[in-house]
Structures are given as structure tokens and as C-alpha cells.
């Protein structure tokens, strides 16, 4: 059967902050100068922001540049943060650091603490009344190629497939999407920018992309203990100086507090299990009063981009472009990225706008966005913390001086630092670690993960393919498990693989439960042998987050 199309002037994947102030900044361009062209957004999750989920404090430069008046329009940038609070994390104790000592970059004054999802649908509905097509539920599976090898848009998924492959009565063909121009905005690891990057070379020259897996709670705590607009941050205990990791603990109005911790995912000790040290750092003796008497309303865990500057790739190739995660704008010493994400989107509109006011037909690469790019305060903020996270491949501690170093001087060390490796690449042998002996969850403070990944509303329909895909069934059991005693049962924070047996240990298999699957992407980063591969399953299933 052959698939139906719908033709646009832009086609963008991914309704994220990125995606969305893409298509706000073309409809704007539009209505400032008499033009029409159509502008699509596709959207994975069930509705926009289904799948947002970030901490966050979010700087507003872009917003403001984009929505001057978003205090009047409704944005839900409701509590400014007030107070930074920084902390050296022991096993049994903390040390304040004073605030006189720490660079601007981690200072909050003029920001806001935000549920990040509850943005993006704003945003969304901006974008809605500026006449740009929203469809969510609906996942990019596959880009669309001209005859010469440019893009020429994206197909979403087939509904309707059942796990043996055939179609059901519910069978609906996939629909092609064309576009002269197609924005990837699809966040950190998308499945498509992964097969751009490769057919374009988009690395060619420039150092691996390193990430973090963030995970998160949302809590409703006792009023009494309720500080609005705090924010505090952490580092040290429970990683090891090897391992680098940090939390974050913010105080929205309310009574909410969002709670999480990043665990970078270059760690190498492969019994290290980043859900279970989210769980021991909640349970410090400093962290725990916060929520004690508390309840835990809503939880999500996301892979971000962590390698900055060094890490940012070619961003056009003939038909489209990279913006905001997909290309890995986060700045790590600041943990934002959305200021970033935001202003790209915004960059590759104007220069997207221009090429077609010109007449162009699509099959170029918009280098002007590139420029853009280069001569914008994106590229200068990312520049001038280039050394922090590659310095963290010396030590925890020693990351965090580099970091504070380079803070105080602007980004003007004489030298930049490399990443060597991929997160993948790092991961040590079972034989030379030994097991960590994490603690039972209490039920109050701490949880298993299937209490958690019920809270995160995620759901599948489970009468489809598996979207975790192996490229080889014997490796999971004759590499991963026999030489790193199987870690996507621990790196994974869904409860996604397991390893099965026989009672006396024999036959063992590895089991996916892809409905658990909170599109995080850390399996498809993590696994040491690059065996698993992320694909989007249908449309409009995963994780719900609300307020995240």
C-alpha cells in the first residue's frame, strides 16, 4: 500500500522547546513580511509535553527575544528563583559552599524554576494561534530521501502491526510528510539524527557526544518545609570521585518540589545502577527531612547531552538541519539547555525564512544557519565552559575546580580539552569491579522502579514490535551478560531488561518489557557493544509526564 503525503514548506520532528520556537519564529517572520509558507510540527507524545521532562531552571534570554510579552501572554514562568544553595555531599554529612566563591555561570538571579512540560504546551498553544499544524500522537519513523540523496521529509509509523509483524484489523499505513526544509529537533539520542549523522558524516571532525541520564521526582512536601523559588544543587557522595554526578532540588510554588539526579553516563564501574543512586542520594541525611511526611506525585528519567562545545556536530545537510538536543546545546556547569535549544530554533527559522523568501526549493544545506550559529551568545556561552565536563575524565573533584576556574575566567583558558571516548567505550568488566550493595526502598523516601515507572503514566500498546530492537539475539547473554554481567539491568531506569533462567541457573535469556520504556535512550547510549537500537515505537505511546 502505498503511503499518502502531505506537502509543507517546513516539517519539524519533535515538539520540544527547540521545535516549537522554530515554528513560532517562522509564522512570526511570516506575519512580518506578508509571506505565507506552511509549517508542520510532529509530535511522538500523546500531546505536547507528554514527553517534556528536564529539572528545570530555565534562563529566559531566548523567550524574551522570541515572546516579549510572555508575563502578559500567560507563560507558566511562575516562581523566580531566589536563593542558591551548593553543596559538597559526604556519606554522612554536607558542606555549604559559600556563594562569594562560586562563577556567575551557577548563580539564578533572573531565573525561574519551571515544569518544563507545562512551557512547552504553552508554547504550543502560541504556536497554534500563529496557524502552525500540531499533530501529536504521531512519531517520525523514517526520513524521506530525494533522488540525489537529500532529505526530502519524514514518514510517520505504521498503527496497527502486531508483534508477530502482520497487520491488524486497525491497520493504518503511515503518512509522508515533504517539506523543502525538515527540522530535527528530536532531543538527545534521536533515533533519526542518528541515521543523519551517519549518512551526512555529521561527526566527521569533531569528538563523540557524551550524555547524562537524568532522573526525577515531583513532590507535593509539608508546607512547613516549603521554600519557593529555592534552588539547591549537589555534588560528591553517592558517586565515587571517578564517576560523575550531581543532583538538583527545586522549590515551585504550591508545595512542589522537583527532585533528581544526573548520573553521567561515560561511568565505568558496570554494576553502578544510576536509579539506585538517585535512591541513596534522597536518603542522606541532608536530603531526606525535605521529603519526609511528603508524597511522591509524578516520576521520568531522560538521557541529556553533557559534552558542550567540543561535541556539537555539523548542523546542515542538503534538505534539513539539527537544532536544540539533537545536536547537544545543553550548557553543563549552568545544567540548563533550553535558553540554548530555544535560540537555535530560532536561528534555523530565520535563515529556513530567508532561503525561501530566495526561492529555494529545500535540496541545499542552510550553511547560514551554521553562521548563525557561530556568531550567536549560544555559541559564546557553550565556548566559555568548553573544559568542564572533559575535565570531569580526571576526577570528580578535579572537574568541579576546572569548572570553577574556568567560571571566573569567562571561557578564556588558553587550551580546550578533548573527549576521547564515547559513554559506551568507557565501561569497565564485571571481574575488575565488585558488586555495589544498594539498599532496600523504604516506601517513603525511596522506591523500587516499577512503583515509579507506574507514576510516570507510561504505556504501550503491547501488541506491537518491540521498539528496542537487537541486532544480534546472542549477544546480550555471550558478551554483555558474561563479560559485564548483563548492566541494561542496571543502567536501564524503567525496569526494561531482565535477565531470566532456569531455577539452577541455566538456559539464561534476556527478557525486554518495552512497555516499561520511558524513552529515556540510555540503553541505546550505554550498551556496551552498541547492540540495542532505539526506534520509535507507534505513536503516542511512553511515558505521560504531568507538571514535569
Known sequence: MERESMEY?????????????????????CAENDADFSVCVLEKGSEI??????????????????IPDWKEKGAPLNTPCTKDKFMLLTEKRS??????????????????????????RWLGEQAEELGVEIYAGFAAAEIVYHDDGSVKGVATGDMGIGKDGQEKPSYERGIELHAKYTFFAEGARGSLTKELTKKFGLRDGIGPQKYGLGIKELWEIDPAKHKEGFVQHTFG???????????????????MVSVGFVTGLDYKNPYLSPFEEFQRYKAHPAIRPTFEGGKRISYGARALTAGGFQSVPHLVFPGGLLIGCAAGFMNLPKIKGSHNAMKTGMMAAESAFA??????????????????????????????????????????????????IEGWLFGKLPFTLKHKKADHEGLGKAADYKPIDYPKPDGEVTFDRLSSVFISNTNH???????????????????????????????????VYEIIAEQDGSNPQLQINAQNCVHCKTCDIKDPTQNINWVVPEGGGGPNYPNM
Request: charged residues 15%; hydrophobic residues 40%; aromatic residues 8%.
Open 9 to 29: 514548506d517546513v516539517v519539524i520532528v519533535g515538539g520540544g522547546p527547540a521545535g516549537l520556537a522554530a515554528a513560532i519564529r517562522l509564522k512570526q517572520l
Open 49 to 66: 509535553g507528554a514527553h517534556i521532562l528536564s529539572g528545570a531552571v530555565i534562563e529566559p534570554r531566548a523567550l524574551n527575544e522570541l
Open 95 to 120: 558542606f555549604s559552599i559559600p556563594g562569594f566563591i562560586l562563577p556567575p555561570v551557577l548563580h539564578n538571579k533572573g531565573n525561574y524554576i519551571v515544569s518544563l512540560g507545562n512551557v512547552t
Open 237 to 255: 557522595w553517592p558517586m565515587d570521585n571517578k564517576s560523575y554526578g550531581g543532583s538538583f532540588l527545586y522549590h515551585l510554588e504550591n508545595n
Open 355 to 404: 532561503a525561501l523568501q530566495g526561492g529555494s526549493e529545500g535540496k541545499d544545506a542552510l550553511t547560514s544557519y551554521t553562521t548563525a550559529y557561530e556568531n550567536s551568545w549560544v555559541y559564546k556561552d557553550l565556548k566559555a565552559v568548553r573544559n568542564a565536563k572533559p575535565a570531569f575524565a580526571w576526577g570528580l573533584l578535579q572537574g568541579v575546580m576546572m569548572s570553577g
Open 461 to 495: 500498546e503491547e501488541d506491537q514490535p518491540a521498539h528496542l530492537k537487537l541486532l544480534d539475539d546472542a549477544v546480550p547473554i555471550t558478551i554483555n551478560l558474561a563479560e559485564y554481567d548483563a548492566p541494561e539491568q542496571r543502567y536501564c531506569p524503567a525496569g
